[in-house]
């Protein structure tokens, strides 16, 4: 069965269009009319059952995974074949959904500074950004063909963090792959944090999907994105069910975040964090870091939270990990039962959000339709 949508348990997909049967003249014997009649019903019962059957067996529990790992920093390729080992992990362990960090694919380059101060950047700063600039993905492009392999081989709803290349700017991005390979689409981080400006453009609105899936509706909000009001509300609105939060955050105040969200929203939260340790990082590429080789530089913290905040995983902060836990979408309909903050709990006669999802590129020519 193809994506569709479901919240709650309820469906949100119009059954299959009823089978026409043939068009009688009336020169028929009186009989043909009601057996027509009668083998239209039953075709018409079939296929509701089917569609019944299709839906519960969508909304039952299914298991869901978010890796804590440490890519090959600045290795786009080796990281893609690691990255495939962690997701053939998280199948075995019956996982259907697989969140990765934030831009895993190719380094969250924690610790470094690309030679930058106020008014000066260095020689051996750019030479750092060409370096990361080339490690980029392109969307779509091979690394993206590679990741369909991998959802497909695995038959996962595969979610990961990478940092996008686009002419000459980078995107901190998130990418939605489908079991059978699909790439379904992508996030743009819209306010990259601090030093983080110098290296990523801004996404716009035009990249905030909320994707219908089997498993429920699937999307993905980067890092600090979650400490925005008016973000959160628009994914709200949008009806989201499966939370997805790669972050580079790993200090002790995001677990508390990630409950807010989920209960907020009263959806499921999985976030992850990437682990890394300074020989981690190429040789010539080191992080101000205090500490030898093996010093902490991203300390993990993921984990998956109930949409009544209950902590289902984690967190970790021992090393890397795969953390795993049961999704019922049926906890969120409990859940929305008393709280849902775009519904019957909202005021819109005293606040309202309006959300441009236009695109925003910075050069429109007259002949483009799409100016117009």
Known sequence: MGDCAFGGGAMRRSLPRQVRGPVYTGKAPGAAPARALAARSARRYAAAARALKEVNAMSQPFVAAVVQAAPVLFDRERTLEKLADLAADCARRGARLAVFPEAFVPAYPKGLDFGARVGLRTREGREQFRRYFDAAVEVPGPATDALATVAAKNRLYLVVGVIERAAGTLYCTVLFH???????????????????????????????????????????????????????????????????APTADGRRTWLPTMQHVALEGRCYVLSCNQYTRKRDYPVD???????????????????????????LAGPDYDGEAILTAEVDLREIARGKYDFDVVGHYARPDIFRLVVDERPKPPVLFPQDPAAL
Not at 292 to 304: K, L, Q, R, W, Y
């Open 285 to 311: 590429l080191q992080p101000e870091v205090a500490g030898d080789a093996d010093a902490v530089v991203s300390e993990g913290g993921s984990c998956i939270v109930s949409p009544l905040g209950e902590i």
């Open 178 to 244: 489908a079991p059978d390979g699909r790439l379904l689409g992508k996030h743009r981080k819209v306010m990259p944090t601090a030093m983080e400006r110098l290296i990523w453009g801004f996404g716009d609105g035009s990249t905030l999907p909320v994707f219908d899936t089997p498993l429920g509706r699937l999307g993905a909000v980067i890092c600090w994105e979650n400490y925005m009001p008016l973000l959160r509300m628009a994914m709200y609105a949008k009806g989201i069910e499966l939370w997805c």
